[in-house]
């Protein structure tokens, strides 16, 4: 298949969930479950139409519930059913969940510190980057092949998750993901598929610029 800009080939939708009050407050979320604002829940509308227009074949999405509640606005104007996979979770990073960015700087400033440098850190005592890209990237990948020929796959799912499936089916070193930079609350990146496996041809796209407020920053 061709993997030209033009978009052809497959392509792999990868949507961040809508805002929600610890992404207000800074506060790292993780695994915890934490529902969307209204204005997330708008977000989510907004961007749903912007996506429809893409007409994707399929949605698979993170089954914690500001994930789930932004796959469900485009189900609701595309017709298609959302596959949930807890595999698409956010990083579990334990003792750091419920705690805001300036509390683990004070808490744990030399993990986090190493964390930026891009070492392979278990925050709060949870899962690597790595861990979090096992799991979840071959869950897209398996949805991506079922895709027919010029397919789209719209995954939603969260920062951290996102920046690492971008990053391992880039073929990227983990050590260099940090170079993707964050989300913004329901902005997406695209993959494309190319001659030589998938390709970013659009990254925190859908809006003009916003802040972004997560757990990857």
């Known amino acids: 298949m061709n993997g030209s800009g033009s978009g052809t080939g497959r392509r792999i939708v990868l949507w961040r969930h809508g805002q929600t009050a610890w992404n207000l407050e800074r506060r790292f979320q993780g695994s915890t479950d934490i529902e969307l604002t209204e204005v997330g829940v708008g977000q989510a509308r907004r961007a749903a139409r912007l996506l429809a227009s893409l007409k994707p074949d399929a949605i698979v999405a993170s089954d914690l519930r500001r994930a789930a509640a932004t796959a469900a606005e485009l189900s609701a104007v595309s017709g298609l059913t959302v596959a949930h996979d807890a595999a698409l979770r956010e990083t579990y990073a334990g003792a750091w969940q419920g705690l805001t960015h300036q509390e683990i700087v004070e808490r744990f400033g030399d993990q986090y510190a190493a964390w930026k440098r891009g070492e392979p850190v278990r925050r709060g005592g949870g899962e690597l980057e790595t861990e979090v890209a096992d799991r979840a990237a ?33 073929g990227l070193e983990a050590h260099h993901w940090e170079g993707l930079g964050g989300l913004s609350n329901c902005c997406w990146s695209v993959l494309g598929e190319g001659a030589r496996g998938w390709r970013l041809l659009e990254h925190n796209a859908g809006t003009l610029p916003e802040p972004v407020l997560g757990d990857d920053d």
Request: charged share 20%.
């Open 138 to 170: 071959p869950v897209v990948l398996e949805h991506a092949e079922k895709l027919p020929e010029n397919g789209t796959l719209v995954v939603v799912s969260h920062g951290g998750t996102i920046r690492t499936t971008i990053g391992r089916l880039l």
